[in-house]
């Protein structure tokens, strides 16, 4: 896990990266996350990119058009990621939020998918856990609900 990882060669920083395996495929597998603190926030005149947050004095991005900034941005920069992009994907928590507090930015459905409130994170696996996921010594994914990255067996941590 990386936190407040810096994007090369910009001042961007992403709030953490996970590295882990894919339960399912068993490849790489990277999630860019992105937190906000935010409770309310509204669409700033129906723009999907802007969004207005209760109490702040600026318009912000979109969280979900931020972290995909940063994916995009990790997967032109980075090698590794030419020929496999999908094992690097994006999630926007807003640990704060409810759905109803962040109705205006769950609309759209392209911009929902990498979007999680607190709500939605009780109420299913997240996109993070369906990306990475510990085993158990057997090989098999624990039904605990957790939802920690093990390391790539070839990794030196």
Known sequence: MLLEHRLPLTSKRTDAILAGVHPRTGKHSYVVVELKQWSQANLWEDNDALVEVDGARYLSSH??????????????????????????????????ATDFGVSDLLASRE????LSSRERAAASSSSTCSRSSPRTPRGQVPRTGSCVPRPHPRSNS
């Open 111 to 114: 911009l929902a998918q990498a």
């Open 63 to 96: 969280p979900s058009t931020q972290v995909a900034g940063y994916v995009q941005y990790l997967r032109d920069f980075a090698r590794a990621f030419e020929y496999t992009p999908d094992e690097l994907q994006g999630v926007a928590y807003l640990h704060n």
